[in-house]
């Protein structure tokens, strides 16, 4: 198999570095460039139509392109520690803080991204500004949903760390890379950051 990485600030390609550094498992990987927009030339385009990264090339041909599909397929493989939950009800649990990370804060989160950076003024136009500006309240807004959530409990899903927090530490960092920063009175949020920041798997 080949993992084709891109290197930060890019969030995706991070959860599945974190997600293997967790796992302690070497996947071969190729780094696509997005900056130079070698994430929308031909070569990349002909493993993901999407002109996204990551994507997981298998041996037999078949190409994984989203990151937590890749994170689960490797779970099957490498299934120790588990980190999508255990047991029915806590595979739910993760699953449903994951989905709750993806859809109530990384997706306000890239609408900023995407209509108010001077980056991705070069790919997405028109930019609607104001409709970006408007989505950072939001942000924010689901940020201190995971404060109220996280007092008084050490990962997102009382159990352990799992692909839930990866995904809310990836997300985090980006926000603060797009100018979105963690509102300092969110202390249990912020406790969390830490602990999730000094696992050595975050600096993957």
Not at 17 to 45: C, Q
Not at 122 to 136: A, C, H, L, N
Request: one cysteine or more.
């Amino acid at each position: 198999m080949l993992f084709y990485d891109s290197p930060n600030p890019a969030p995706n390609p991070r959860r599945v570095r974190i997600y293997l550094a967790e796992k302690n498992v070497r996947v071969p990987s190729t780094t696509v460039s997005i900056t130079s927009g070698e994430h929308k030339g031909a070569d990349y385009l002909a493993v993901n139509p999407y002109g996204q990264t990551p994507s997981l090339a298998l041996d037999n041909g078949a190409v994984l392109t989203e990151s937590v599909s890749i994170c689960r397929y490797l779970e099957q493989l490498h299934p120790e520690p588990p980190l999508f939950g255990q047991g029915a009800l806590n595979v739910a649990q993760v699953d449903m803080w994951t989905r709750r990370v993806e859809l109530r804060l990384m997706t306000p989160l890239a609408m900023v991204w995407a209509h108010t950076h001077p980056f991705t003024a070069r790919v997405v136009k028109p930019q609607y500004t104001e409709f970006g500006e408007s989505q950072r309240p939001r942000v924010v807004a689901a940020m201190k949903e995971f404060d109220r959530a996280l007092q008084g409990r050490e990962w997102l899903d009382r159990e352990r760390y799992t692909i839930a927090d990866i995904v809310l530490l990836t997300t985090i960092d980006f926000a603060a890379f797009v100018g979105v920063a963690m509102p300092e009175e969110m202390t249990a949020l912020k406790d969390w950051y830490e602990r999730a920041s000094a696992r050595p798997s975050a600096e993957a």
